[in-house]
Every structure is written in C-alpha cells, then in structure tokens.
C-alpha cells in the first residue's frame, strides 16, 4: 500500500495580515473565522522574568538617545560579505538560499561562518520583523568567539552563554519589544567532528546519516512536554484558531529569541541541545530502530553510537510546514546520488520531480507538480505565480550542489502551496 504524501499543512509563527505590492505576490486566501479559545487551568504561579515595563507601540518610532548607537544595516547572509582569516578547510561545504515567498518581507536570517576550531551555520526565522533575526547574525558570532576563546569551555557551555547574552541584548532593546525571532544552530568540530545543535523553536536541523535521518524537535504549543511547563504559568493558555494552536491567542510556538511582550505567558529562549559522535566510516552502525516509539528516543539511541554523516539541512518552518524531514531526507539523497533514494517510503513522483527540478527539466516539473496538487489552492496560485514572474518567485541556477539542492528545495515548497519565508542552509561532506 503506498504511503500517503509527506506533507504537512500551513502554519506561520504569528498571525499576520499581508497585502501584496506590484506583480509580486497576489493574496487569495480567504478570511479565516474566528474560533473559540481554550484556557489551560494553571498549577502555580512562576517567577516573574525581567523584561522593559512598557510596550512600545507598533506604530510609533522607537526612541534612541542620543549615546545609544543605532544599529547597523547589514546583508543577512554575511559569510560571503565579511573577510575572514585563512583557517584549515572543515569537513562540510555549505550553500545558502532564502525566499520572499508570499511576503511582502523576508523576515528570515541566515549565517554560516568558522574558526580554527569549528563550524557554524545558523537560521533564524522572525516574527513581527526581520529585526531581531538581522540581529542575532551581526552579534551571535562575537558572543560565540568570546566563549569559545575562554580555555576550558565546551561547546555546549558556549552555546549556552551565547544564546542566554543575546537573548538578554534583544530584551533590552525597546525597538523590539513584540519581535523575535527562531534559531536552529549546527556546529561540527573540525578535529573530533562532534556535532553541537542547539534549537529554540520551530525552525529545525535535519541530519542524515548514512542509512536514517534525525532532525531536532519543535517547541510547539502541541508538544506534551511544552504544554506541562506552559501549565505552571498563570497567565498562560493555549488556543486553537484554524487548525493551528497557540500561546495566548498569538504564537504558535512556546520558545524564542525576544518578543519580550510574551515572557509573561510563557515563552523563554531556553535551547534543546543535541551532540553526536561523527564518523567518516561508511559502516552501517548496528542500532536498531524497529521497536523506536518517539523521536527523544531516537535520539538517545543514536547519540550513543558514532554516526557517519551525510548531509545537514538547516531551515525554517516555511521549508517543514510543507515537506516531512523525511521527505527531505529523501529528496537530498536522491539529488546527491541522481537517482531515485527511498529510505521513508516517499511516493516515487515526489522524488522524481526534485530531480527534474534539480536538471532544469523545468517544464515536466512543473506539468507533474501541477497535476498532483490539482485539489491545493495554493499551490495552482503558486504555480500561476512562477509561471508569470518566474525570476520573481525563485531561481534555480547554481552550479554548486549545497547551494543548487537549497534552491531546489525552496522552489519545490513555493509550488507546493508555501506562503511564508523560505531559508534552508545545506551543508555536504563531500
């Protein structure tokens, strides 16, 4: 019996009402109803977070003395834009692509950079504005330098510190009082080849290894273990509106960096750190997964064992709210081998229209994405779009594989029926 299509429905981080500007993006989505909202009882009070008394008001300017300095504009992407030091080349090649999509902004931020002891590469999606996304690119590689540089600290350590000093930047800064932003963190050690994750949100990193696929967990209002910690919060409850559920009526999501304005309901920037041992052995490693009945337990399996890496794949939720991370799994290996790879039972013509994709077959791509998703509103608006304003949409034109598969993967969302931001980070050992 085949399996059904791997995908998953719409979902953004806030609720926002979008009107589109020129040729670009057309909004034909209907009103969506209002839905009755669900108050989770609470168990007992919790301590107050430190955050400014007062909001600022969306429509007013923030206001800035004259001693504080104004922040600079900086491109997201600042790994090619930035000198850096010659360092030894690290196990991983990296590419980056990132998408409009349906919004009128990209909200989303990406950065890959390295020293002479490791490898880093970062996604952080925004809400409410790009600005603390844009944000934590221009700090988080000083923060994470400066821990590093202190004789004795582990990664993990500095990732802590450097999460928690960023976080605390963005709280004191008034201007983004009701923005934040997801963060999903990959580092790989260039001589043990340890691999650190840390991830606040619903943005992921997906790793495949040589014969499965792992990727980090979301903080969801629908994840068990987030609403147990959202119950101990007074004034926090969970809402159902359209199928999606969220933290007091507004995200839908329970960690973040910043939105200072909801510390009180619940959300804190507290990571979820993930670590394995990473092998250039092609061995299958000898775990069996058979009997594995949650991802924690994947994990726990699998961090205990040495793994061989394939591939990483950081990106937002625009990529998973549509594909599986064991649809992208598939697709990746399948790009990679330039044959059809089916390790999660992902129906074949999903697979082959990556590969179209992916050899500029654009026109059969399309012609075969169109006739799946004959019954997605979306994704026909989607595919009128690119066909009208196809160097508007997306571009698939790279020559370099890690760049070339995230464009590929970007694309194929969009004409899925993606509205949101698209980022995706692919890193490859050759």
Known sequence: MQRPIALRPLASSRQQTSQSHGPQIQSLQPPRAK??????????????????????????????????????????HLSAMEPQPSFDPGPLTFGCTSILGRRNQNEDAHLTFETHEIQCACVFDGHGGPEVSTYCVQRFPSLLKAALSEIGTSIRDALKYAISELDKCILQNWAFYEIGCTATIFIIEKLS???????????????GFYNRVFSTLDHKPTRQSEVNRLKKIPKSFISEQNGISRLNGNLSLTRSLGDAYMRQFGIIADPEFYEFAISSNEAESKVNISNIESDQQLYQILSQQTQQLKYCILACDGLFDIFTPEAVDDMVRSMLSNKVINLNQTPEWFLKTALLLFHDEFDSAL????????????AQVNLQQMQQHPKIVAKIESHEPTKRIGEVLTLYAYLSGCTDNITVIVGIIP
């Not at 009070?45 to 600079?72: G, L, T, W």
């Not at 080849?193 to 790793?207: F, M, P, Y």
């Open 193 to 207: 080849e340890r691999v650190h994750i840390a991830n606040i949100g619903d943005s992921k990193t997906v790793l």
């Open 367 to 378: 012609q075969l994405i169109k006739k799946q998703r004959a019954g997605n509103q979306m």
């Open 35 to 76: 839905s009755p909202i669900k108050q989770v009882k609470t168990i007992y009070k919790a301590s107050a977070v430190q955050i400014p008394p007062k909001p600022i008001r969306r429509s007013e300017p923030a206001q800035r003395s004259d001693n504080e300095s104004k922040p600079e504009s900086k491109p997201e």
